[in-house]
Nanobody, 127 residues
């Protein structure tokens, strides 16, 4: 059974940093795209960042609002993807979800492109 488990969320002041982790189990995702999405209160879930599979070069892509502040990375030996979040802003407050594609290593930014999802981790940024 495939599971994605996020961790690392919490409460942080504006300007601070957090690193989210997403540990996958049940199968390897080293050659599959993985991504992070978030959902703020009262808003739809939105794309944050994605990383392609190793065979696709491990390329990364970000939504404009987090470019230069967030970094997505992966450690295939641990079957884990990370989201380093720096210079956090109150508008980054949301539940952050990890997602993985069942097949395909290219970059994907839409929710429908992902087959597996974690349960989410809360990130709260105070002003």
């Amino acid at each position: 059974q495939v599971q994605l488990v996020e961790s690392g969320g919490g409460l942080v002041q504006a300007g601070g940093s957090l690193r989210l982790s997403c540990a996958a189990s049940g199968r390897s995702f080293s050659n599959n795209a993985m991504g992070w999405f978030r959902q703020a209160p009262g808003k739809a879930r939105e794309f944050v960042a994605a990383i392609s599979g190793s065979w696709s070069g491990g390329k990364t892509y970000y939504t404009d609002s987090v470019k230069g502040r967030f970094t997505i990375s992966r450690d295939n030996t641990k079957n884990t993807v990370y989201l380093q979040m720096n210079s956090l802003k109150p508008e980054d407050t949301a539940i952050y979800y990890c997602a993985a594609r069942g097949t395909g290593g290219a970059l994907y930014t839409t929710q429908a492109s992902y087959d597996y999802w974690g349960q989410g981790t809360q990130v709260t940024v105070s002003s």
